[in-house]
């Protein structure tokens, strides 16, 4: 009689609950579409930056080229914009007087030479991507 009350009380007791509840699934499917977002949106904003950063190595290329391609100042008031595939620059050219000094720091004189700034685009009047500036050296006083 002893050994059939444990088996009486084993065949009374509800049957436990294996598995996950209908809410306990609806959390964890919504926790991981929130995390996918995320992860999609950050995925997507690397690619973008990459193809900017891209953008912006190719322009300041173009810029260098367009400043490469003068040794005076002069030579680049000639050419004022250009095109070098599909960038379009412009160049602004101002005169100005660089201050020279002697080793010990005295003033030795002014030397004629003219900021130089490089303003890079994708379209002939598209926005500026890239603004380089730099100074050139006059070949004879403005």
């Known amino acids: 009689m002893n050994r059939t009350r444990p088996l009486l009380r084993a ?3 509800p049957a436990r609950q294996q598995g996950f509840s209908l809410l306990e699934a609806l959390v964890a499917m919504a926790i991981a579409a929130m995390a996918l ?3 999609y949106r950050t995925v997507g904003q690397s690619s973008k930056n990459v193809v ?3 953008a912006r190595v190719e322009a300041a290329l ?3 080229s367009a400043l490469a ?5 002069e030579d680049l008031e000639r050419q004022p914009t250009g095109q070098a595939g599909a960038w379009y620059w412009s160049v602004q050219v101002s005169p100005e007087q660089a201050q020279l000094n002697e080793v010990d ?8 030479v003219a900021k130089v700034t490089v ?3 994708h379209a002939k009047d598209g926005p500026t991507v890239l603004v380089w500036t730099t100074w050139k050296p006059y070949r004879a006083a403005p």
């Open 37 to 39: 977002g995320t992860l």
């Open 119 to 121: 303003h890079v685009a």
């Open 62 to 64: 173009v810029a260098r």
């Open 11 to 13: 065949l009374r007791a």
């Open 52 to 54: 900017d950063v891209g």
């Open 69 to 73: 391609s003068a040794t005076y100042a």
């Open 105 to 112: 720091g005295r003033p030795a004189g002014a030397l004629p």
